[in-house]
């Protein structure tokens, strides 16, 4: 079934094949919130505000209209408008994953000093692109992590797609910049994405 149809049977009243829905968006969503909240450290409200988002995308499902945007980029934008909020609300519980002594696992196919090596590198990118700007930050997550068009990012953002361009532009150029004096070199866009995979 096709999110489209899924949503005409939900308007129809088979409220329960929104977990279906849920099902399919939910990782991206969740990954999305926590890269939004990492720069403000608040990584532990991730999963509450992905639960927010598709508690406020179930209540407006009846005011989805697919002609002005798809369900993904709708519940993207439900998404970014929430984490905004809470950020504005400045109350929120300022601990990160490394205070509450979260700890990565480390793969048993790699060398310890490897593994090492790959999450140093892995910090270093997430921390050059916690630095950037919320809307250039946003925009490098949903293209590079969730793989989003320039067009669905434009919807999602409220910008042009020839903004949204010169955010990807600048953000690219920001974090090639915090990076160069640890590799010289920006690494290419495929070590770009290995680092962060």
């Not at 934008?77 to 700890?103: C, P, Q």
């Not at 067009?151 to 949204?164: F, H, P, R, T, W």
Request: charge should be neutral.
């Amino acid at each position: 079934m096709t999110d489209s149809q899924l949503i005409r049977e939900i308007k129809d009243g088979n409220v329960e094949l929104y977990s279906e829905l849920m099902r399919r968006y939910q990782r991206k969503i969740l990954a999305f919130i926590f890269h939004m909240l990492k720069s403000a450290k608040l990584e532990l409200l991730a999963e509450d505000l992905c639960s927010e988002t598709f508690y406020k995308a179930y209540r407006s499902l009846h005011s989805f209209r697919e002609m002005d945007a798809s369900f993904s980029t709708w519940l993207y934008t439900i998404a970014r408008n929430t984490v905004l909020s809470e950020l504005r609300k400045g109350k929120a519980n300022n601990v990160s994953l490394d205070d509450a002594g979260f700890e990565p696992i480390a793969s048993h196919e790699a060398a310890p000093e490897q593994q090492l090596l790959r999450n140093e590198r892995m910090a270093m990118v997430r921390e050059a692109i916690n630095n950037l700007p919320e809307k250039q930050r946003s925009a490098l997550i949903l293209r590079e992590y969730d793989q989003l068009d320039y067009q669905e990012i434009a919807n999602i953002l409220g910008q042009s797609v020839s903004s949204v361009k010169s955010l990807l532009f600048r953000a690219r150029a920001s974090v090639k910049a915090q990076l160069e004096p640890y590799y010289g070199t920006m690494p290419t866009a495929e070590s770009f994405e290995r680092m962060n995979s």
